[in-house]
């Protein structure tokens, strides 16, 4: 499940960045839903809320760094169930499409803009907030179940 979660994930976000690239010219917008949602091309050339332009690259081996400790979480056990299978890809998924755009054009392609706010993001920053989503609900259930079956014990007396 972990695999192909992060191969969907991935793939979309990669082809959904080339489909902007190929289609709108930066600073280019195409409304998707009146009012709701437009595709803005944005080339970001740094980090989140396009803090420290030109120095995005140093941000890779962060990601793969990153990645690599999430797979050895799972192969030790420590990332388990589907929940927290899903959560580990979706988190994966993230981290390498935006180290891959910074990798081979030195910048991470942003295109989603919801009228609501004013941030403009691409899959690969969707995919790392619900990976973090996903992570805070199996812990909570985690933790939830462990404290009903603690209270549940019966005690040794």
């Known amino acids: 499940m972990f695999y192909g979660i992060t191969l969907v994930i991935l793939l979309l976000d990669q082809l959904s960045k080339w489909w902007i690239r190929t289609h709108l010219q930066v600073g280019g917008s195409m409304e998707i839903w009146k009012g709701v949602l437009r595709f803005t091309h944005y080339e970001n050339a740094g980090i989140a809320f396009s803090l420290l332009q030109g120095y995005g690259r140093w ?7 990153f990645v690599l400790l999430i ?20 988190f994966v998924a993230g981290a390498l499409g935006n180290a891959l755009d910074r990798l081979l054009f030195n910048q991470v392609t942003d295109f989603i ?3 609501s706010s004013n941030g403009i ?25 462990s404290s009903f079956s603690s209270t549940s014990r019966p005690s040794g007396r």
């Open 59 to 65: 941000f890779v081996p962060v990601a793969v760094l």
């Open 71 to 90: 797979l050895y979480y799972r192969r030790r056990g420590m990332l388990g169930g589907r929940l927290g299978d899903a959560a580990a890809a979706f």
């Open 113 to 115: 803009a919801f009228d």
């Open 121 to 145: 993001l691409n899959l690969s920053d969707y995919a790392l907030n619900i990976g973090l989503i996903l992570f805070i609900l199996d812990w909570l259930i985690s933790s939830i179940c």
